[in-house]
Protein backbone atom coordinates (compact mmCIF):
# COMPACT_ATOMS: atom_id res chain seq x y z
CA UNK A 1 0.00 0.00 0.00
CA UNK A 2 1.49 3.70 -0.68
CA UNK A 3 0.99 5.06 2.91
CA UNK A 4 1.39 8.58 1.27
CA UNK A 5 -2.47 8.46 0.16
CA UNK A 6 -2.94 9.69 3.82
CA UNK A 7 -0.34 12.30 3.50
CA UNK A 8 -1.28 15.11 5.67
CA UNK A 9 -4.32 13.66 7.49
CA UNK A 10 -3.71 12.80 10.83
CA UNK A 11 -5.52 8.93 12.26
CA UNK A 12 -5.52 8.39 16.22
CA UNK A 13 -7.85 6.79 18.23
CA UNK A 14 -9.83 9.34 19.27
CA UNK A 15 -13.49 8.26 19.51
CA UNK A 16 -15.58 10.53 21.01
CA UNK A 17 -16.76 13.02 18.20
CA UNK A 18 -20.40 11.52 16.26
CA UNK A 19 -20.41 9.21 14.44
CA UNK A 20 -20.86 10.83 11.44
CA UNK A 21 -17.33 12.08 11.57
CA UNK A 22 -15.43 8.58 11.14
CA UNK A 23 -15.04 6.43 7.93
CA UNK A 24 -16.56 3.24 9.60
CA UNK A 25 -15.63 -0.49 7.90
CA UNK A 26 -18.53 -1.18 5.38
CA UNK A 27 -19.39 -4.43 3.90
CA UNK A 28 -21.86 -5.15 0.95
CA UNK A 29 -23.87 -7.97 0.24
CA UNK A 30 -21.97 -9.62 3.36
CA UNK A 31 -24.46 -12.75 3.32
CA UNK A 32 -22.61 -13.90 0.14
CA UNK A 33 -19.91 -16.35 -0.57
CA UNK A 34 -19.12 -16.07 -4.03
CA UNK A 35 -20.39 -14.10 -6.94
CA UNK A 36 -23.64 -11.60 -7.19
CA UNK A 37 -25.53 -14.06 -9.05
CA UNK A 38 -25.16 -17.51 -7.94
CA UNK A 39 -23.22 -17.70 -4.93
CA UNK A 40 -25.30 -19.54 -1.76
CA UNK A 41 -26.01 -17.58 1.05
CA UNK A 42 -23.71 -18.10 4.42
CA UNK A 43 -23.38 -16.94 7.53
CA UNK A 44 -20.00 -17.88 7.17
CA UNK A 45 -18.76 -14.62 5.19
CA UNK A 46 -20.76 -12.84 7.89
CA UNK A 47 -18.43 -14.03 10.76
CA UNK A 48 -15.39 -13.59 8.51
CA UNK A 49 -16.11 -9.99 7.47
CA UNK A 50 -16.47 -9.75 11.69
CA UNK A 51 -13.63 -11.04 12.33
CA UNK A 52 -11.52 -8.35 10.04
CA UNK A 53 -13.24 -6.12 12.02
CA UNK A 54 -16.09 -4.99 9.58
CA UNK A 55 -18.63 -2.58 11.15
CA UNK A 56 -21.66 -2.32 9.09
CA UNK A 57 -23.03 -6.05 7.75
CA UNK A 58 -26.17 -5.33 4.74
CA UNK A 59 -28.69 -8.20 4.77
CA UNK A 60 -31.20 -8.47 2.33
CA UNK A 61 -34.40 -9.60 3.70
CA UNK A 62 -37.37 -11.39 1.78
CA UNK A 63 -40.00 -14.06 2.43
CA UNK A 64 -39.43 -17.43 1.79
CA UNK A 65 -41.57 -19.59 -0.50
CA UNK A 66 -43.94 -20.18 1.93
CA UNK A 67 -44.40 -16.58 2.90
CA UNK A 68 -44.06 -17.71 6.53
CA UNK A 69 -40.42 -16.83 7.49
CA UNK A 70 -37.23 -14.45 6.33
CA UNK A 71 -34.31 -15.46 4.43
CA UNK A 72 -31.71 -13.93 3.08
CA UNK A 73 -30.35 -13.67 -0.35
CA UNK A 74 -29.83 -11.59 -3.00
CA UNK A 75 -33.14 -10.95 -4.54
CA UNK A 76 -34.32 -12.04 -7.80
CA UNK A 77 -31.40 -14.15 -8.93
CA UNK A 78 -29.81 -17.71 -8.48
CA UNK A 79 -28.01 -16.97 -5.39
CA UNK A 80 -29.45 -19.87 -2.17
CA UNK A 81 -30.51 -18.23 0.71
CA UNK A 82 -29.85 -18.46 4.55
CA UNK A 83 -32.15 -17.98 7.42
CA UNK A 84 -31.93 -14.61 8.92
CA UNK A 85 -31.90 -16.19 12.48
CA UNK A 86 -28.97 -17.84 11.69
CA UNK A 87 -27.34 -14.46 10.30
CA UNK A 88 -28.49 -12.42 13.19
CA UNK A 89 -26.84 -15.21 15.72
CA UNK A 90 -23.71 -15.53 14.14
CA UNK A 91 -23.24 -11.62 14.06
CA UNK A 92 -24.41 -11.51 18.15
CA UNK A 93 -21.54 -14.18 18.50
CA UNK A 94 -18.81 -12.65 16.67
CA UNK A 95 -19.48 -8.64 16.48
CA UNK A 96 -17.40 -7.71 19.33
CA UNK A 97 -14.15 -10.43 19.37
CA UNK A 98 -12.19 -7.54 17.39
CA UNK A 99 -13.71 -4.06 18.62
CA UNK A 100 -16.12 -3.20 21.05
CA UNK A 101 -17.23 -0.53 19.10
CA UNK A 102 -20.99 -0.61 17.55
CA UNK A 103 -22.38 -2.90 14.43
CA UNK A 104 -24.66 -1.34 12.29
CA UNK A 105 -26.90 -3.95 10.39
CA UNK A 106 -28.53 -2.19 7.32
CA UNK A 107 -31.45 -3.91 5.91
CA UNK A 108 -32.88 -4.00 3.01
CA UNK A 109 -36.64 -4.99 3.93
CA UNK A 110 -38.78 -6.64 1.25
CA UNK A 111 -41.16 -8.22 4.00
CA UNK A 112 -44.95 -8.24 4.44
CA UNK A 113 -45.52 -6.53 7.67
CA UNK A 114 -46.64 -9.72 9.55
CA UNK A 115 -42.59 -10.58 8.60
CA UNK A 116 -41.83 -7.52 9.66
CA UNK A 117 -42.92 -8.01 13.19
CA UNK A 118 -41.12 -11.05 12.92
CA UNK A 119 -38.02 -9.63 12.50
CA UNK A 120 -39.03 -7.09 14.91
CA UNK A 121 -39.03 -10.52 17.86
CA UNK A 122 -36.32 -12.00 16.35
CA UNK A 123 -33.66 -8.83 16.54
CA UNK A 124 -35.33 -7.82 20.47
CA UNK A 125 -34.49 -11.25 21.28
CA UNK A 126 -31.19 -12.08 19.86
CA UNK A 127 -29.85 -8.88 21.10
CA UNK A 128 -31.64 -7.69 23.80
CA UNK A 129 -30.10 -4.66 25.40
CA UNK A 130 -27.40 -5.15 22.90
CA UNK A 131 -30.17 -2.70 20.92
CA UNK A 132 -29.46 0.90 20.08
CA UNK A 133 -32.70 2.65 19.25
CA UNK A 134 -33.27 6.13 20.16
CA UNK A 135 -36.98 7.67 20.89
CA UNK A 136 -39.13 8.18 17.52
CA UNK A 137 -37.85 11.64 16.02
CA UNK A 138 -35.51 12.38 18.72
CA UNK A 139 -31.96 11.78 17.20
CA UNK A 140 -30.52 15.20 16.52
CA UNK A 141 -27.28 14.08 16.26
CA UNK A 142 -25.27 10.75 15.95
CA UNK A 143 -23.53 9.53 19.62
CA UNK A 144 -20.04 9.07 19.10
CA UNK A 145 -17.77 5.04 18.97
CA UNK A 146 -17.55 5.37 22.44
CA UNK A 147 -20.94 6.32 23.44
CA UNK A 148 -22.03 2.91 21.50
CA UNK A 149 -19.47 0.79 22.55
CA UNK A 150 -20.91 -3.28 22.57
CA UNK A 151 -23.98 -1.50 21.18
CA UNK A 152 -26.03 -3.28 17.64
CA UNK A 153 -27.88 -0.72 14.93
CA UNK A 154 -29.96 -1.09 13.15
CA UNK A 155 -30.75 1.29 9.53
CA UNK A 156 -32.94 0.90 6.47
CA UNK A 157 -35.97 2.31 5.54
CA UNK A 158 -39.11 2.53 7.44
CA UNK A 159 -41.91 1.06 5.68
CA UNK A 160 -43.77 3.88 4.17
CA UNK A 161 -40.27 5.36 2.99
CA UNK A 162 -40.17 2.23 1.32
CA UNK A 163 -43.44 1.72 0.00
CA UNK A 164 -42.95 4.96 -1.39
CA UNK A 165 -39.28 4.10 -3.14
CA UNK A 166 -40.88 0.88 -4.47
CA UNK A 167 -44.22 2.73 -6.05
CA UNK A 168 -41.81 5.24 -7.63
CA UNK A 169 -39.71 2.87 -9.31
CA UNK A 170 -43.01 1.21 -11.21
CA UNK A 171 -43.78 4.64 -11.82
CA UNK A 172 -40.50 5.02 -13.47
CA UNK A 173 -40.22 1.52 -15.46
CA UNK A 174 -43.69 2.98 -17.44
CA UNK A 175 -42.95 5.61 -18.98
CA UNK A 176 -39.90 7.07 -20.77
CA UNK A 177 -36.96 7.26 -19.10
CA UNK A 178 -35.50 9.95 -17.11
CA UNK A 179 -32.04 11.04 -17.82
CA UNK A 180 -32.19 12.52 -14.21
CA UNK A 181 -33.22 9.04 -12.64
CA UNK A 182 -29.88 8.06 -13.07
CA UNK A 183 -28.40 10.08 -10.53
CA UNK A 184 -29.34 7.34 -8.08
CA UNK A 185 -28.05 4.62 -9.23
CA UNK A 186 -29.52 1.22 -9.35
CA UNK A 187 -29.20 -1.00 -6.48
CA UNK A 188 -27.53 -4.51 -6.77
CA UNK A 189 -30.82 -6.37 -5.90
CA UNK A 190 -32.53 -5.04 -8.57
CA UNK A 191 -29.84 -5.66 -11.50
CA UNK A 192 -30.90 -9.15 -13.21
CA UNK A 193 -30.09 -10.30 -16.41
CA UNK A 194 -32.35 -8.33 -19.28
CA UNK A 195 -34.45 -11.46 -19.96
CA UNK A 196 -35.66 -11.78 -16.14
CA UNK A 197 -35.69 -7.94 -15.97
CA UNK A 198 -39.25 -8.59 -18.37
CA UNK A 199 -40.52 -11.80 -17.21
CA UNK A 200 -44.34 -11.13 -16.27
CA UNK A 201 -43.58 -13.50 -13.56
CA UNK A 202 -41.43 -11.03 -12.43
CA UNK A 203 -43.61 -8.07 -12.84
CA UNK A 204 -46.31 -9.91 -11.26
CA UNK A 205 -44.52 -11.04 -8.24
CA UNK A 206 -43.48 -6.92 -7.81
CA UNK A 207 -47.12 -5.98 -8.01
CA UNK A 208 -48.23 -8.36 -5.73
CA UNK A 209 -45.15 -7.08 -3.35
CA UNK A 210 -46.39 -3.40 -3.55
CA UNK A 211 -50.15 -4.17 -2.11
CA UNK A 212 -48.55 -6.17 0.58
CA UNK A 213 -46.35 -3.28 1.04
CA UNK A 214 -49.46 -0.48 0.89
CA UNK A 215 -51.09 -2.80 3.82
CA UNK A 216 -48.23 -2.72 5.40
CA UNK A 217 -47.83 1.12 5.73
CA UNK A 218 -51.92 1.02 6.88
CA UNK A 219 -50.32 -1.52 9.58
CA UNK A 220 -47.75 0.83 10.54
CA UNK A 221 -49.28 2.93 13.43
CA UNK A 222 -51.29 -0.21 15.45
CA UNK A 223 -47.62 -2.61 15.19
CA UNK A 224 -44.54 -0.13 15.51
CA UNK A 225 -42.09 -2.52 17.19
CA UNK A 226 -40.85 -2.95 13.83
CA UNK A 227 -40.17 0.59 12.75
CA UNK A 228 -39.25 1.93 16.71
CA UNK A 229 -36.01 -0.46 16.55
CA UNK A 230 -34.68 1.68 13.13
CA UNK A 231 -31.78 3.39 14.68
CA UNK A 232 -30.53 5.40 12.01
CA UNK A 233 -33.67 5.60 8.65
CA UNK A 234 -32.54 5.54 5.22
CA UNK A 235 -34.59 6.46 2.48
CA UNK A 236 -34.51 8.67 -0.94
CA UNK A 237 -36.61 11.94 -0.21
CA UNK A 238 -38.53 13.30 -3.16
CA UNK A 239 -37.13 15.16 -5.82
CA UNK A 240 -33.87 15.29 -7.35
CA UNK A 241 -30.00 14.43 -5.64
CA UNK A 242 -29.87 18.10 -4.21
CA UNK A 243 -32.86 18.43 -2.38
CA UNK A 244 -31.97 14.70 -0.64
CA UNK A 245 -29.17 16.42 0.42
CA UNK A 246 -30.15 19.12 2.22
CA UNK A 247 -29.64 19.06 6.04
CA UNK A 248 -32.31 18.65 8.16
CA UNK A 249 -31.67 20.50 12.09
CA UNK A 250 -33.95 17.65 13.68
CA UNK A 251 -33.07 14.75 11.95
CA UNK A 252 -30.44 12.19 11.15
CA UNK A 253 -30.76 9.73 7.93
CA UNK A 254 -28.91 7.90 5.85
CA UNK A 255 -28.52 8.21 2.47
CA UNK A 256 -27.32 5.20 -0.21
CA UNK A 257 -25.94 6.26 -4.13
CA UNK A 258 -24.13 3.80 -6.65
CA UNK A 259 -20.10 3.72 -7.27
CA UNK A 260 -21.34 5.58 -10.46
CA UNK A 261 -24.08 7.97 -9.19
CA UNK A 262 -21.53 9.29 -6.18
CA UNK A 263 -18.95 10.06 -9.20
CA UNK A 264 -21.84 12.17 -11.08
CA UNK A 265 -22.74 13.75 -8.09
CA UNK A 266 -19.66 15.30 -7.07
CA UNK A 267 -19.50 16.83 -10.49
CA UNK A 268 -22.38 19.25 -9.65
CA UNK A 269 -23.14 18.76 -5.97
CA UNK A 270 -19.81 18.80 -4.13
CA UNK A 271 -20.26 21.11 -1.44
CA UNK A 272 -24.20 19.99 -1.10
CA UNK A 273 -22.40 16.34 -0.08
CA UNK A 274 -19.26 17.56 2.09
CA UNK A 275 -22.19 19.38 3.92
CA UNK A 276 -24.37 16.47 4.06
CA UNK A 277 -21.87 14.16 5.42
CA UNK A 278 -20.77 16.28 8.36
CA UNK A 279 -23.98 15.65 10.39
CA UNK A 280 -25.85 12.12 7.90
CA UNK A 281 -24.24 8.96 6.49
CA UNK A 282 -23.69 8.95 3.18
CA UNK A 283 -23.49 5.01 2.17
CA UNK A 284 -21.92 3.78 -1.39
CA UNK A 285 -22.37 0.60 -2.61
CA UNK A 286 -20.89 -1.24 -5.82
CA UNK A 287 -22.88 -0.86 -9.52
CA UNK A 288 -24.92 -4.01 -9.75
CA UNK A 289 -22.89 -4.55 -13.09
CA UNK A 290 -19.98 -6.02 -10.43
CA UNK A 291 -21.52 -9.42 -10.99
CA UNK A 292 -17.88 -11.20 -9.63
CA UNK A 293 -17.73 -9.08 -6.42
CA UNK A 294 -15.06 -7.12 -8.09
CA UNK A 295 -14.52 -3.51 -6.08
CA UNK A 296 -14.40 0.22 -7.22
CA UNK A 297 -12.07 2.55 -6.03
CA UNK A 298 -12.90 4.20 -2.50
CA UNK A 299 -11.00 7.18 -2.22
CA UNK A 300 -13.50 9.60 -4.39
CA UNK A 301 -16.49 8.49 -1.44
CA UNK A 302 -13.87 9.30 1.16
CA UNK A 303 -12.69 12.79 -0.25
CA UNK A 304 -16.05 13.64 -0.02
CA UNK A 305 -17.00 12.45 3.11
CA UNK A 306 -18.76 9.29 2.94
CA UNK A 307 -18.72 7.50 5.87
CA UNK A 308 -19.83 3.87 4.55
CA UNK A 309 -18.13 2.84 1.34
CA UNK A 310 -19.57 -0.80 0.64
CA UNK A 311 -16.83 -3.41 -0.50
CA UNK A 312 -17.44 -6.50 -1.24
CA UNK A 313 -15.26 -8.60 0.95
CA UNK A 314 -15.36 -11.82 -0.70
CA UNK A 315 -14.32 -10.06 -3.54
CA UNK A 316 -10.49 -9.27 -4.75
CA UNK A 317 -8.01 -6.46 -5.89
CA UNK A 318 -6.35 -3.58 -4.56
CA UNK A 319 -9.27 -1.50 -3.26
CA UNK A 320 -10.46 -4.07 -0.48
CA UNK A 321 -6.71 -4.62 0.46
CA UNK A 322 -6.61 -0.67 0.96
CA UNK A 323 -9.26 -0.58 3.28
CA UNK A 324 -8.18 -3.94 5.22
CA UNK A 325 -4.51 -1.98 5.58
CA UNK A 326 -6.01 1.34 6.63
CA UNK A 327 -8.17 -0.73 9.22
CA UNK A 328 -4.68 -1.65 10.70
CA UNK A 329 -4.05 2.13 12.01
CA UNK A 330 -7.38 2.44 14.14
CA UNK A 331 -8.00 -0.65 15.97
CA UNK A 332 -9.15 -2.82 12.87
CA UNK A 333 -12.38 -1.03 12.43
CA UNK A 334 -13.09 3.19 12.08
CA UNK A 335 -10.72 6.14 10.82
CA UNK A 336 -10.91 9.51 11.44
CA UNK A 337 -9.66 11.95 9.17
CA UNK A 338 -8.38 14.54 11.11
CA UNK A 339 -6.35 17.55 9.81
CA UNK A 340 -6.19 21.03 11.78
CA UNK A 341 -5.63 23.46 8.82
CA UNK A 342 -8.58 22.24 7.02
CA UNK A 343 -11.74 23.84 7.25
CA UNK A 344 -14.68 21.05 5.99
CA UNK A 345 -17.10 23.97 6.86
CA UNK A 346 -15.80 26.66 4.40
CA UNK A 347 -15.13 23.93 1.98
CA UNK A 348 -18.52 23.26 2.14
CA UNK A 349 -19.60 27.31 1.36
Given at each position: ?205 SDHD ?27 PKGG ?109
Amino acid sequence: MNRRVFSGYHVHHDMTAPLSHYFIYTGHNSYLTGNQLSSPCSEVPIIKALKRGVRVIELDLWPNSSRDNVHVLHGRTLTTPVDLLRCLRSIKEYAFVTSTYPVIITLEDHLTPDLQVKVAQMLTETFGDMLYYPEPDKLHELPSPDELQFRVLISTKPPKEYLEAEEDKRTKSQRVKDPNDDVWGEEPSRVVPSKEKHDKDASDESDHDIEELEDCVKKTDSCPAYKNLIAIHAGKPKGGLKEALKVEKDKVRRLSLAEQALERAAERYQQDIVRFTQKNILRIYPKGTRFTSSNYKPLIGWLHGAQMVAFNMQGYGRSLWLIMECSEHNARMWLLLQKTDFNWDKWAE
